[in-house]
């Protein structure tokens, strides 16, 4: 069983930054593609960051949606079993809880984290 336990969220003024973490358990996280999703009051949970790729090469690959391109980068420490997300020139409509997902595609796991409130006052 995995769990995963997100940090780093808090009240901000916008154009502010703030670094999320999310630290795993469990010895799959190398194997594992992380992504960051957010959910606003009152709309979807939506997919803002991933990071996948090979951890024997050390070569991944990243995605954002486009909301928040050249603002976010998301980055992972395999020796810390833990993803980051790294938020600069925050928005007021990038308020939301923000979750960590943790999912394997080759043997179907998929692990969320409880969230972490991210709150940009304008």
């Known amino acids: 069983q995995v769990q995963l336990v997100e940090s780093g969220g808090g009240l901000v003024q916008a154009g502010g930054s703030l670094r999320l973490s999310c630290a795993a358990s469990?010895?799959?996280?190398?194997?594992?593609?992380m992504a960051w999703y957010r959910q606003a009051p009152g709309k979807q949970r939506e997919l803002v960051a991933r990071?996948?790729?090979?951890?024997?090469?050390?070569?991944?690959?990243?995605n954002y949606v486009d909301s928040v391109k050249g603002r976010f980068t998301i980055s992972r420490d395999n020796a810390k079993n833990t993803v980051y997300l790294q938020m600069n020139n925050l928005k007021p409509e990038d308020t939301a809880v923000y979750y960590c997902?943790?999912?394997?595609?080759?043997?179907?796991?998929?692990?969320w984290g409880k969230g972490t409130l991210v709150t940009v006052s304008s």
């Open positions: 469990g010895s799959i996280f190398t194997l594992a593609d």
């Open positions: 990071i996948t790729g090979n951890y024997l090469t050390e070569r991944y690959i990243t």
């Open positions: 997902n943790l999912a394997v595609p080759a043997s179907g796991e998929d692990y």
